[in-house]
């Protein structure tokens, strides 16, 4: 299995940007990769997926998926950020075909593969 490292995470003003980044160890390239979130209290939910063919579903239109296979990282940009968005936020890997990975209707347990988080904090 991969080891994935989060990065990017920072305290924001609402109406900011951030970019997360993924690390990992190894060639994910033919994985479903995924950013997930989790506010305290609540479930862990995903926020966008790639598939490996590039394809994407992002889950919210402010925020933007995307790979570099060459380097083996993984990118969530996030734009206009509000409160709600204050979560830690998880990247994820997994063998899971590619029609379901982009379906919109993955869950937490198709994933094998997690990082450790990084924090959004996101203030008005």
């Known amino acids: 299995q991969a080891q994935l490292v989060e990065s990017g995470g920072d305290s924001v003003q609402a109406g900011g940007s951030l970019t997360l980044s993924c690390k990992a160890s190894?060639?994910?390239?033919?994985?479903?990769m995924a950013w997930f979130r989790q506010a305290p209290g609540n479930e862990r939910r995903p926020v966008a997926t790639?598939?490996?063919?590039d394809n994407t579903m992002d889950m919210d239109s402010r925020f933007t998926i995307s790979r570099d296979n060459a380097a083996n990282i993984l990118y969530l940009q996030m734009n206009n950020l509000k409160d709600e968005d204050t979560a830690t936020y998880y990247c994820?890997?997994?063998?899971?075909?590619?029609?379901?990975?982009?379906?919109?209707?993955?869950?937490?347990?198709?994933?094998?593969?997690w990082g450790q988080g990084t924090q959004v904090t996101v203030s008005s």
């Open positions: 994820a890997a997994g063998s899971i075909l590619a029609y379901r990975c982009t379906s919109g209707r993955i869950a937490s347990a198709d994933f094998t593969s």
């Open positions: 190894r060639f994910t390239a033919r994985y479903c």
């Open positions: 790639v598939d490996r063919y």
